[in-house]
Antibody, heavy 122, light 107 residues
Framework: EVQLVESGGGLVKPGGSLRLSCAGF????????MSWVRQAPGKGLEWVGR??????????DHSAAVRGRFTISRDDSKNTLYLQMNSLKTEDTAVYYC?????????????WGQGTLVTVSS | DVQMTQSPSSLSASVGDRVIITCQAS??????LNWYQQKPGKAPKLLIY???YLEPGVPSRFSGSGSATDFTFTITSLQPEDFATYYC?????????FGGGTKVEIK
């Protein structure tokens, strides 16, 4: 069974940094494309970005809202996905989910973690 | 970016009712559309991909149809465990974008 476990959330001041982690279990992590999706309190879902597997180039794509501030990376030796968040803004407050991305469609988010809450406030 | 417009934003229904949710894309996305279910305090769950294909284990009372810009999600006989918020999501273009969600509540 696929399991994704996020960690690293918390309270941070505007302008601060935080790194989220997502550990994957029960599947071949190195063969997976992975993504981050966030959800502000009481709001809908917003895609943050994705990272392809190394055999597909390991490249990343980020949404315009976070490009230049957030960086997605992976360590396949640790079966872990990361989201480095810099220059945080109050509007980045959200639950952050990591997901797997199906290779069949390259756009379906078929397994999700439980989420980790990031609160940006002074 | 492809804008996804879902309607209604909320609805009240009874157990056994047929529920229909629509999703409109701002441009032709082929059949590159998914539907997710999210219950309060939980992560979303993928129900339907490629507009009409059920994920394994998803009950057959859920279905999806449509192509290009207009899509429909149907629950043929609403069950107590189906009260949740439903989202459509396109993957024809980056960024992946979601509809605003439809909250299905108990009448």
């Amino acid at each position: 069974e696929v399991q994704l476990v996020e960690s690293g959330g918390g309270l941070v001041k505007p302008g601060g940094s935080l790194r989220l982690s997502c550990a994957g279990f029960g599947f071949s992590f190195s063969d997976a494309w992975m993504s981050w999706v966030r959800q502000a309190p009481g709001k809908g879902l917003e895609w943050v970005g994705r990272i392809k597997r190394k055999s597909d180039g390991g490249t990343t794509d980020h949404s315009a809202a976070v490009r230049g501030r957030f960086t997605i990376s992976r360590d396949d030796s640790k079966n872990t996905l990361y989201l480095q968040m810099n220059s945080l803004k109050t509007e980045d407050t959200a639950v952050y989910y990591c997901t797997t991305v199906t290779l069949v469609t390259a756009g379906s988010l078929d397994s999700w973690g439980q989420g980790t809450l990031v609160t940006v406030s002074s | 970016d492809v804008q996804m417009t879902q309607s209604p934003s909320s609805l009240s229904a009874s157990v056994g009712d047929r529920v229909i949710i629509t999703c409109q894309a701002s441009q032709d996305i082929g059949n590159y559309l998914n539907w997710y279910q999210q219950k309060p305090g939980k992560a979303p769950k993928l129900l339907i991909y490629d507009a009409s294909y059920l994920e394994p284990g998803v009950p057959s009372r859920f279905s999806g149809s449509g192509s290009a810009t207009d899509f429909t999600f149907t629950i043929t006989s609403l069950q107590p465990e189906d009260f949740a918020t439903y989202y459509c999501q396109q993957y024809d273009n980056l960024p992946l974008t979601f509809g605003g969600g439809t909250k299905v509540e108990i009448k």
